[in-house]
T-cell receptor, first 116, second 112 residues
Framework: DTGVSQDPRHKITKRGQNVTFRCDPISEHNRLYWYRQTLGQGPEFLTYFQNEAQLEKSRLLSDRFSAERPKGSFSTLEIQRTEQGDSAMYLC??????????????FGSGTQLSVL | AQSVTQLGSHVSVSEGALVLLRCNYSSSVPPYLFWYVQYPNQGLQLLLKYTSAATLVKGINGFEAEFKKSETSFHLTKPSAHMSDAAEYFCAVRNQGGKLIFGQGTELSVKP
């Protein structure tokens, strides 16, 4: 069990560019979440997958954002035409025992995005 | 809709002093409540969770939290602070869809 890994750890980009982040969940975890965290705030839910199905998307997720989990394992989060307001830490989490009180989320270290 | 409110964005204590981080929740159904800790440049780590089995919940690193329905509170405590406890702490509630809804966080500083 290597934990949830996210790549890259840091990304600096210019406004208007596209960026893509990757999350590798803990092996065999069927649920995968994306959260966004800005300075001084708690994580905000963006979207989640149950296996390869994207079950819910937050209203925070504009049409410039897209997430995929094609084989039910790793996931990617793409932001098109980045804006300065997209600067944040993007966190990924995975879990098993979903839907039970034993569900436990394991978080990755996040990808810190800076849009110049 | 479920939500949590953390009172105090920054708490400072002396090493060896009591740690008290406050969290109040809002929920129309019996809540599942959590405390997470985030150390610099690291992901969130679960400290403890309340799932209605017992009102006093013990977690890792000597932390515990008490669920008080009458006060809609789930405050986090530790009898004696260590320097290594300095971090950001987040209270969270699981909503009916299964998502975690986080509070704004409380930064804990520990003075020597």
């Amino acid at each position: 069990d290597t934990g949830v890994s996210q790549d890259p750890r840091h990304k600096i980009t210019k406004r208007g560019q596209n960026v893509t982040f990757r999350c590798d969940p803990i092996s065999e975890h069927n649920r995968l979440y994306w959260y966004r965290q800005t300075l001084g705030q708690g994580p905000e839910f963006l979207t989640y997958f149950q296996n390869e199905a994207q079950l819910e998307k937050s209203r925070l997720l504009s049409d410039r954002f897209s997430a995929e989990r094609p084989k039910g394992s790793f996931s990617t989060l793409e932001i098109q035409r980045t804006e300065q307001g997209d600067s944040a830490m993007y966190l990924c989490a995975s879990s098993s025992n979903t839907g039970t009180h034993n569900e436990k989320l394991f978080f990755g270290s996040g990808t810190q995005l800076s849009v110049l | 809709a479920q939500s949590v409110t953390q009172l105090g964005s920054h708490v400072s204590v002396s090493e060896g002093a009591l740690v008290l981080l406050r969290c109040n929740y809002s929920s129309s159904v019996p809540p599942y409540l959590f405390w997470y800790v985030q150390y610099p440049n690291q992901g969130l780590q679960l400290l403890l969770k309340y799932t209605s089995a017992a009102t006093l919940v013990k977690g890792i690193n000597g932390f515990e939290a008490e669920f008080k329905k009458s006060e809609t509170s789930f405050h986090l405590t530790k009898p004696s602070a260590h320097m290594s406890d300095a971090a950001e702490y987040f209270c969270a509630v699981r909503n009916q869809g299964g998502k975690l809804i986080f509070g704004q966080g409380t930064e804990l500083s520990v003075k020597p």
